[in-house]
């Protein structure tokens, strides 16, 4: 089965169904195929090479299934592989499709947040040593200052369920004094991978209730939904049956058992054979 003209998301893993969650609420109505990469996840400690060998696979795969518009709903793929595919892919071969990623419009709007002008930024290796959210930063809110830290065991310790376990604490407290060592002034925090609002809840004990702690999935929806009203040549071939799709190249039964956490509801993916 296949759903014409879908919207395309996808991520290394499961983190991206925060993103997906947050876009068919605000965007119910418009079909859906939602891909991870599960059996090669997590991309945060591989090359920029190889996580952009694997995202143009993966685009092109969801490109082969009929979504002209695909999101990286992963910042470490928005950091390594989306401009490559931008200037390089589309161009030569896909010229009437997009991909968008998450970087971007988080850095539109993250400014706006923050009255110190200090911001820190929790992210996965990849995503932290690309310095994407510093440059783009500082193109929309050149007085802000950014700081990073990279949270290498975040990701493994979801998609493992060990995120909301006693033994989780230690590097939540780990990463996230870190990071305030570097610049007390920090009163907002971003959370610069998909898969971290599950963390939420330990995050929280070790900052003080004054800092904002700012997710990316209605971000980046909203940013889509306006990207949709000034594209409408997109918009208007879309797909608009309410239809999703599940694609994992993982195992489906541990996807689903993830994907009912972050969507609150029972779904059924599909294996992708590698």
Same mark, same amino acid.
């Given at each position: 089965? *296949? ?9 290394s ?8 969650s947050s876009?068919?609420? =605000?965007?119910?109505?418009?079909n859906? @195929?939602?891909?991870?990469? *599960? &059996?090669?996840?997590?991309?945060g400690?591989h ?16 490109f082969?299934?009929g979504?002209?518009l695909? =999101?990286?709903?992963?910042?470490? &793929?928005?950091?390594?592989?989306? /401009?490559?595919i ?16 998450? @970087? ?14 200090t ?8 995503t932290v040593?690309?310095?994407s !959210?510093?440059i ?10 950014? !700081? ?7 990701v493994?310790l ?5 995120h ?10 780990? !990463?996230v004094?870190? +990071?305030?060592?570097?610049? &007390?002034? =920090? ?12 963390m939420?809840?330990k ?7 004054e ?32 239809e ?16 009912s956490?972050f969507?609150?509801?029972? @779904?059924?993916? /599909?294996? +992708?054979?590698?």
């Amino acid at each position: 089965m *296949n759903l014409e003209n879908s919207i395309g998301i996808f991520d290394s893993g499961f983190g991206g169904l925060t993103v997906f969650s947050s876009i068919t609420k =605000i965007l119910p109505d418009y079909n859906y @195929i939602y891909l991870g990469d *599960n &059996a090669r996840s997590p991309y945060g400690d591989h090359s920029f090479e190889t996580v952009y060998q694997y995202t143009l696979e993966c685009v092109e795969w969801l490109f082969s299934q009929g979504c002209p518009l695909v =999101i990286l709903a992963c910042n470490t &793929a928005s950091a390594k592989a989306l /401009r490559n595919i931008q200037q390089l892919d589309l161009s030569k071969k896909y010229p009437h499709h997009r991909v968008l990623g998450v @970087i971007r419009p988080t850095a539109e709007v993250i400014g706006t947040f923050t009255e110190t002008n200090t911001v820190g930024v929790l992210g996965t290796r990849g995503t932290v040593k690309s310095g994407s !959210y510093i440059i783009e930063i500082n193109k929309f809110f050149p007085k802000v200052q950014v !700081y990073q830290q990279s949270c290498p065991m975040w990701v493994p310790l979801i998609e493992n369920g060990e995120h909301d376990q006693e033994g989780a604490d230690y590097f939540v407290q780990k !990463y996230v004094g870190e +990071l305030m060592a570097q610049a &007390a002034e =920090i009163d907002t925090i971003l959370l610069a991978c998909t898969h971290y609002p599950l963390m939420v809840p330990k995050i929280k004990a070790y900052i003080s209730s004054e800092i904002k702690l700012i997710s990316q999935g209605d971000i980046v929806a909203n940013s889509l939904a306006d990207y949709l009203v000034r594209h409408p040549e997109i918009a208007n071939n879309l797909g608009r049956q309410g239809e999703q799709l599940f694609y994992t190249t993982g195992d489906t039964e541990t996807f689903d058992q993830h994907a009912s956490v972050f969507l609150g509801k029972e @779904i059924q993916s /599909r294996k +992708l054979k590698r």
